[in-house]
């Protein structure tokens, strides 16, 4: 227990204490209280100093109540000489009651300051808890971790070296200047208990019996118990951001090599249906016997016909491969936006067949963006629209655009999609209920369409439903970075 703090604020209690004493005296004095009465203001006094100030103010209380209680309370009174035994008595058993009485206040104050520091420490350890779980990448919180610490306990400087890297973290930036030579042996010597690094206090970061690092700070007012307590949290917070970071990993290698399997799997179903139609018919042709020329011509539509087919399933696989290796970039040209819609309309003439479109671009204005990127996209929608639409039907495209954004719509007049298939339709190899029961569709186009416009850094979705017809909406930006290149390659021609 220690009898003094602070020296200006033990001196300024006992003057405190000094000034309650002269009170108390005074009013006992006044009333003309007994011997037992006085005894008893005098005692509260004490007891009430030693739980306010501590246990020095309670010892300098106690002593000038005796000789208060001597003086004005017990016979001869006005002196400090005692009468008799009893004036004896009385004297020896208030003082030993004060200084009791003082040192039982002392130690409650005391252990109520220590539960309050402890419930301090939980919020604080709580506190720091959850701000770690905010960091999910190791190398995130490695980097947050000093300063998130020095905020929430109010410390000076604090320094993390992890043994996995070799390396500090720090509030300054730079490492501890101390001997890093020695860092396994403090490690060995901070695993049970702090010690002194430099001018650093520093307990190991341990996780069981696996030590990660050290946990050093300054200036060293934690406590053992909360130094410690905090290192197991940051070690315990370290290997989780190393599992989730793993975990994620192991994840992200499984999908990939799931949908690579799936993509092998279904690009291989589907360039055998039309290698097997090529392969018949021309064998067909070859022999030639008895063949009249309408069947010549019917066998050489299923080549030409099967040909185009395997040639949009290569084409879908090597744009999906070009998706995943991500060497996607868009390259912006100043275009009219109606005349790309007819370009596109135009180009796409063997996809759409019967189907009748119609382009709507009134007031739009040149905008800039990608015709290749944005070809694209449109090829694999007015695909999936004709396939699944009723032949001769009407296929419309409209394009509008606003301040920072160039909008297109494809809307069919098909079957619509199943409520059940919407939230999927743009999920690798995915195929709806129709495509699955027509046998029409490898479940990439979509998937391309919008990885297409992603990377063009817009978005697309889709608004349909069961005998509604579809709308595909799709959008990218011609704002100010758009601008920006236009007005770039005006100063370089000029």
């Not at 709580?126 to 770690?132: F, N, P, T």
């Not at 610490?149 to 730079?174: C, K, M, N, P």
């Not at 307990?203 to 700070?217: D, H, K, P, T, V």
């Not at 197991?232 to 190393?242: F, P, S």
Request: hydrophobic share 45%.
């Amino acid at each position: 227990m220690r009898l003094l703090g602070h020296p200006r604020k033990t001196a300024l209690r006992m003057f405190v204490a000094a000034l309650l004493t002269v009170a108390v005296t005074a009013a006992l004095a006044w009333a003309h209280a007994s011997e037992v009465t006085a005894a008893m203001g005098f005692l509260v006094l004490v007891v009430w100093t030693g739980a306010q100030a501590g246990i020095a103010p309670s010892l300098f209380t106690a002593i000038l109540c005796s000789l208060a209680f001597d003086y004005f309370f017990l016979l001869p009174y006005h002196t400090f000489v005692l009468a008799g035994v009893p004036e004896w008595i009385a004297m020896s058993s208030f003082l030993a009651s004060s200084l009791a009485a003082g040192g039982v206040a002392e130690r409650a104050r005391h252990q109520t300051e220590q539960a309050e520091r402890r419930r301090e420490d939980v919020e604080h350890l709580y506190k720091l808890s959850q701000e770690m779980m905010l960091y999910e990448g190791a190398a995130q919180l490695r980097q947050a971790l000093p300063q998130v610490i020095r905020s929430i306990f109010a410390l000076d400087e604090v320094a993390l070296y992890f043994l996995d890297q070799h390396a500090w973290h720090t509030t300054t930036g730079a490492p501890p200047e101390i001997d890093q030579n020695a860092l396994p042996d403090w490690m060995k010597q901070a695993a049970s208990s702090p010690v002194q690094i430099g001018d650093y206090r520093a307990c190991s970061l341990q996780l069981g019996l696996r030590c990660m690092g050290i946990f050093a700070w300054k200036p060293a007012q934690l406590s053992p118990e909360l130094a410690t307590a905090i290192s197991a949290q940051i070690a315990i917070a370290l290997t989780r951001a190393i599992a989730i970071e793993t975990t994620a990993r192991a994840e992200a290698a499984r999908e990939s090599e799931y949908l690579r399997t799936a993509l092998v799997d279904s690009v291989t179903h589907e360039l055998r249906t039309p290698l097997t139609s090529i392969r018949a018919a021309a064998t067909t042709l070859l022999q030639g016997d008895g063949l009249d020329e309408e069947t010549r011509r019917d066998l050489a539509s299923v080549v030409d016909e099967e040909s185009a087919r395997l040639d949009s399933l290569i084409g879908q696989a090597v744009e999906m491969a070009e998706i995943d290796a991500n060497t996607i970039q868009p390259k912006l040209e100043l275009l009219d936006p109606r005349l790309f819609l007819e370009q596109v309309v135009e180009q796409s003439h063997r996809v759409l067949g019967k189907h009748r479109v119609s382009i709507h671009a009134e007031g739009t204005q040149p905008a800039r963006f990608d015709p290749r990127l944005l070809g694209r996209v449109f090829r694999h929608l007015l695909e999936n629209a004709a396939r699944y639409a009723p032949s001769g039907s009407q296929i419309a495209l409209t394009c509008h655009t606003t301040r920072d954004r160039l909008q297109f719509t494809v809307a069919d007049d098909g079957p619509g999609i199943d409520v059940a298939d919407l939230p999927h339709v743009f999920e690798k190899l995915y195929r709806g209920r129709t495509g699955i029961r027509t046998g029409k569709g490898t479940g990439m186009g979509l998937a391309i369409a919008r990885a297409l416009v992603m990377a063009h850094h817009g978005s697309i979705k889709v608004v349909s439903g069961t005998g509604q017809g579809t709308r595909f909406i799709f959008w990218v930006p011609i704002g100010e970075a758009a601008t920006q290149d236009n007005r770039e390659d005006e100063n370089a021609a000029s």
